[in-house]
């Protein structure tokens, strides 16, 4: 299925000589309010052939499962799990690069193009160009935390990144990777200016409106580290997509009688959705196969014990392997667990859930430990009984191992372990930053942090190399 619905998608991604040349078909000559806007949210929000949750903690394997993703996935697959420095082979595609560059060229038409679209008011056509610039923004982040070092201050104007493409010209290819700092102004300058002019209510949950816009900014600041500006920005977005009739699910209320959750597979039901990067349900390592009959990948043993208490619905996410009963209410020590694809989205854009725990972990690093427990125990109540909800200790400990239940298996955990590596209160995750193939063990390094830039892309542009 994987490789069937990638090929599907090479005609769109490939047709052109290099990947700049992504040019979305119908959209060639527009004019209208309507077709700008048609460019924004006509574009499929899927991450495809994509690796990267394969090199989270939680995952493992034996020497059967290694063998069988090996030869059912992919190598890439097998070589991201193994923390490998060569991840893709010469003639394979890479999702993490090309599914956010073929964005680039559609926003750097709207940008350039929709402020003498021949209808709407001025007020309109900003809010349009607003979230294209934020659209653009937020796409050059996602490859810069793929494709660059981790943020630090100290060494980010050195640390190499990623090329900025911001004009809609299939002809200049002339673009140079810039420093992790260099990217990272760009899309900070580009999110403060845009933010004023978004629309103030959501048409469309692939559409991006003042509180998505605001949520955005703050994760780009708490992915940097800078805590301090990211609890502002990030308490405005929860205010804001409260007041617009977001609202947390409340997992209890959907838990079924066989212990496994109903949650919405509709944006329309799902009143966390601020801006829906993946639309499609899928966790590969949740994924039986007609040969193996078999989960490739499992959530270790040691992981589930340290996150999950029994009553957290959570767990009912996970299935068991083989037997295919849900972890909840307990998992039992040895039975093998991955995801339930049926129930469960990669979500790499910006939901109500994320925005409320990257605000709590603010909150306790700024030192206002009541705030911060009172929200966390409100999230805790939407997702486990209430009695359990209550939370103490060290906050900022507890607000980020909250943030792990929750995304648990979706391969969002590797984006937090690259922020958290050199955080001292967090040095204890490493000791999960481990890997077997059944027989060798792998152990996470600094380096691997950073994907290499894949050698298709290379091939058109030797010159991003790191060696």
């Not at 004009?167 to 990217?183: C, F, G, M, N």
Request: proline fraction near 5%.
């Amino acid at each position: 299925m994987r490789k069937f619905l990638t090929i599907l998608l090479l005609p769109t991604l490939f047709s052109c000589t290099r990947y700049l040349d992504v040019k979305p078909r119908g959209y060639d000559i527009p004019g209208t309010l309507e077709q700008y806007s048609g460019m924004i949210y006509g574009q499929e929000y899927m991450l495809m052939d994509e690796v990267f949750e394969y090199m989270s903690f939680e995952f493992t394997t034996d020497a059967d499962g290694y063998g069988n993703a090996y030869a059912n996935m992919g190598s890439d697959i097998c070589n991201a799990y193994c923390w490998k420095k060569d991840i893709f082979l010469p003639d394979e595609n890479c999702g993490e690069w090309n599914y956010p560059a073929s964005f680039l060229y559609p926003m750097n038409v709207v940008i350039a193009e929709v402020m003498g679209a021949s209808n709407g008011t001025e007020a309109e056509r900003k809010a349009v160009l607003a979230e294209a610039r934020m659209v653009r923004a937020w796409m050059l982040f996602t490859m810069a935390q793929f494709f660059g070092m981790p943020y630090n201050e100290a060494t980010a104007a050195s640390d190499p990144c990623i090329p900025l493409i911001t004009t809609a010209s299939t002809l200049e290819t002339d673009y140079p990777r810039k420093s992790v700092a260099q990217v990272y102004e760009f899309i900070l300058n580009e999110m403060r200016e845009a933010i004023p002019d978004l629309a103030d209510e959501s048409e469309h949950f692939k559409r991006v409106f003042k509180p998505t816009g605001e949520a955005m900014l703050g994760k780009v600041l708490w992915m940097m580290g800078n805590y301090k500006e990211a609890e502002s920005v990030l308490a405005s977005a929860w205010e804001d997509a409260l007041g617009s009739g977001c609202a947390l699910l409340d997992y209890n209320t959907r838990l079924k009688d066989d212990k496994t959750l109903d949650l919405p597979t509709d944006w329309v039901q799902n009143s966390e959705y601020l801006f829906l990067f993946s639309s499609m349900a899928r966790l590969w390592p949740a994924v039986y196969t007609t040969y193996y009959n078999s989960i490739i990948f499992s959530i270790k043993d040691e992981v589930l014990a340290h996150y999950f208490s029994p009553g957290d619905t959570r767990l009912a996410q996970l299935t068991g392997i083989p037997s295919g009963a849900s972890a909840y209410p307990s998992a039992v020590p040895g039975q093998r667990y991955a995801a339930n694809t049926s129930s469960m989205l990669t979500n790499i854009g910006i939901g109500l859930a994320d925005v409320c725990l990257m605000y709590a972990e603010c909150l306790a690093r700024s030192g206002k430990d009541s705030e911060a427990a009172a929200l966390l125990e409100e999230f805790r109540k939407h997702r486990m009984d209430s009695a359990d909800a209550p939370v103490s200790g060290d906050l900022v400990v507890a607000a980020v191992e909250e943030r792990m239940r929750e995304y648990i298996g979706f391969g969002n955990t590797w984006l937090d372990m690259r922020r958290l590596w050199d955080d001292p209160a967090f040095q204890y995750m490493k000791d999960w930053y481990t890997h077997t193939d059944g027989s060798n063990e792998y152990t996470l390094t600094k380096e691997r942090l950073v994907m290499e830039i894949p050698p298709k892309i290379l091939s058109w542009h030797p010159e991003y190399s790191n060696n």
